[in-house]
């Protein structure tokens, strides 16, 4: 079964807006990460945060992490429409396996 | 540079029918896996080997199996296609050293009718 969940499902903004996604899991992780997914494509590594770490940027990617909570978000500030695309987050689920969330749409219009 | 390359890019097979999504990797890492992708479910893990001569079970291993003969293939057997199989299979490698990111290839696009 899927460790992270993110949220909402969909978005849809303007160019130059900030997007934020979020994600929440369900067990102790070591770290977590985010992922790309342009349309018809494979999925591209974004960033990752360990569960030590509470913040970490890279870029206009902005990440958080909230161990108490079970819960990461990644920011995207200024965003273009480039930044269309899915991103999912996912957790470390044993034996150097990563669990995806199902991901969020995110859909940046001119 | 991901480095990994799946083949086919996409396939229609009537089920029943034998099939095998091939996977190749240029850097020698050790960790390969494969995941399924479907609309609504996200990507779940089928598979993975964590080193040569070692497979290990998903979350939905059932009606797939996989070998590792060395480190660069890692092919993905389908032995009798059903319809529920159609989906977007990723391969995927793990980088060296302590970034745990995995590289992923372009996707496999099967239909099974």
């Known amino acids: 079964s899927q460790q992270g969940e993110e949220d909402p499902q969909a978005l849809s903004i303007q160019e130059g807006e900030n997007a934020t996604m979020n994600c929440s899991y369900k067990?102790?992780?070591?770290?977590l990460q985010w992922y790309r997914q342009n349309s018809g494509r494979g999925l591209v590594h974004l960033i990752l945060?360990?569960?030590?770490?509470r913040e970490k940027h890279s870029g206009r990617l902005r990440v958080t992490l909230d161990t108490s909570k079970k819960s990461s978000s990644l920011l995207i500030t200024a965003s273009r429409a480039a930044d269309t695309a899915s991103y999912f987050c996912a957790t470390d689920g044993g034996y150097s396996t990563l669990t995806f969330g199902k991901g969020t749409m995110l859909l940046v219009s001119p | 540079i991901a480095g990994i390359t799946q083949a086919p890019t996409s396939q229609i097979l009537a089920a029943g029918r034998r099939m095998t999504l091939r996977c190749t990797q240029d850097?020698?890492?050790?960790?390969m896996y494969w995941y399924r992708q479907d609309l609504g479910l996200g990507l779940r893990l089928i598979h993975y080997s964590n080193t040569a001569g070692t497979t290990g079970k998903g979350e939905v291993p059932d009606g797939y199996s996989v070998s590792r003969a060395n480190t660069d293939d890692f092919p993905l057997t389908l032995a009798s296609a059903v319809p529920s199989q159609t989906s977007v299979y990723f391969c995927a490698k793990l980088s060296t050293g302590a970034s745990g990111e995995l590289f992923f290839g372009e996707g496999s696009r099967l239909t099974v009718l």
């Open positions: 945060i360990r569960s030590n770490e």
């Open positions: 850097m020698r890492h050790n960790a």
């Open positions: 067990t102790s992780i070591n770290n």
